[in-house]
């Protein structure tokens, strides 16, 4: 089953090992396969500055989309994230 988390004009979901990012603006979508995603958070002000992409050479990020959350904005992606991280760990065909 397919779980979704809706951050302004964006809507991410992930569906099994696929992450797709739909945006109102763009016919267009991205998609990852999670073995190749990588998500990067700091802190920023009273919230959180998030990038996600394609996993890069050892620590980089290319792609994907940037965004700055409120701190309750970035809990509700830290949890829906949790399950893309969890089948990115596990390996390809966990």
């Known amino acids: 089953m397919a779980t979704e988390f809706a951050l302004e004009d964006e809507i991410m979901v992930l569906d099994g090992r696929v992450l797709e990012i739909f945006h109102s603006g763009?016919?267009?979508?991205?998609?990852?396969?999670?073995?190749?995603?990588?998500?990067?958070?700091?802190?920023?002000?009273?919230?959180?500055?998030?990038?996600?992409?394609?996993?890069?050479?050892?620590?980089?990020?290319?792609?994907?989309?940037?965004?700055?959350?409120?701190?309750?904005?970035?809990a509700g992606f830290r949890a829906f994230i949790a399950d893309a991280i969890a089948a990115r760990d596990r390996g390809p065909g966990a």
């Open 26 to 74: 763009v016919e267009e979508s991205l998609r990852y396969h999670v073995s190749y995603l990588r998500i990067s958070a700091t802190p920023h002000g009273d919230g959180f500055k998030v990038r996600l992409g394609r996993a890069y050479g050892e620590n980089d990020i290319t792609g994907g989309r940037r965004w700055k959350m409120t701190a309750d904005q970035f």
